[in-house]
């Protein structure tokens, strides 16, 4: 068995030079080529991590033998054409969220995927936090008893990704907060559940502030953008009814007056017995007045927080990755239902 996945990285924006700083610590993967379409981002890209080869269309690096995997960080309207073209060519995918901007896409993906005995896992990254592992390892032993509810947020008070960018356009990036932030926390919560079978959503969304150019994140992005286009959502919700019976409750928002200065980010999931939450992982069990701080077990082995390294060494060893990507295909259905009921108003069947 080769010890080091052969990748390539497509798309070297944020994401993308994340990808190519964790390949480069991770002992189970090497980048051996980049493609941008910003042909001088990724000259700079290969020069900074040594990567031999550039490429500007990513149909070339996908042409290249020795490429084994690519990791894809481009706009959302790209990412099941990316990773559909990269099965085709006989390449493993670690693919940036959502799977695609249609769930009919996403669909088409998965069948591929299916196909092709090849591995495709969407970057759920939070699953691989170790105080993920360790709620779930409670609730795995049956610390909260009957699980009912889960309430996953993630709420920022100003952090819309540059205004007029492809993150703030719906037909380039397919949804605003919710797909950018809503979808790792309410992943989380699934997970957790261990329960991906939805019934129905009611959801809504609203646009209000960055239409306005009110909470943009502070940090410079790398292309100027016109501005004030801005067609998605900064603040969406959506209650989740699960055919168990259970139900999800999630929020998110890019930017909103917010008066909370607590967690950002969390999921709770409660139980009959206890109840977990995250970020940091808590218990609250048996009687209830007080809870837990849970430390997680010492130092799990290097690098098994980082999803670019878990799926390298989930393809050397044949191992399933913790992401199954008929899950993250459920996700997907889910964000399309949530934002059909938020555009109709009404209850939307999943
Ligand atoms: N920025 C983050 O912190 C972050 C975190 C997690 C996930 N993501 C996800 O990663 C993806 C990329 O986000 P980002 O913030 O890096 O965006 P970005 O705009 O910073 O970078 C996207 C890059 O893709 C390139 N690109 C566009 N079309 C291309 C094509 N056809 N072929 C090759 N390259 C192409 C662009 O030139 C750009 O360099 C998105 O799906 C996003 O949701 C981003």
Redesign the pocket.
Known sequence: MADKLRCGV?????????HLSRLAATPRATAVAI????AR??REASERFHVPRSY???RELLDQPDVEAVT?????H??A??ALDALKAGKHVL????MAVRARDAQRLADSARKSRRTVML?Q?LRLHRHTVLARALIDRGDLGEMYHARAFWLRRAGI??IG???TQKHL?GGGCL??LGL?VLDLALHLMKDFEVKSVSAVQHGKLGARGVGELDTA???PAPARLFDVEDFGAALIRMKSGRTVSLEAAWAGFLTDDGREQGVEVLGTHGGVSLFPARLLRGMMDGWEMLQPSAPRAPHAEDCIHHFAACVLEGRKPIVPLDQSLRLQHILEAISTSAASGKDVLV
């Open positions: 497509i798309g070297v924006g944020a994401a993308g030079m994340d493609a941008d379409t910003h981002r990724a500007s269309d990513y894809v960080a481009v706009p959302n790209l990412h054409t990316v693919l940036e969220p959502p970057a990254g990704p540059k960018s492809w993150y990036s797909l950018d790792h992005r790398a292309d």
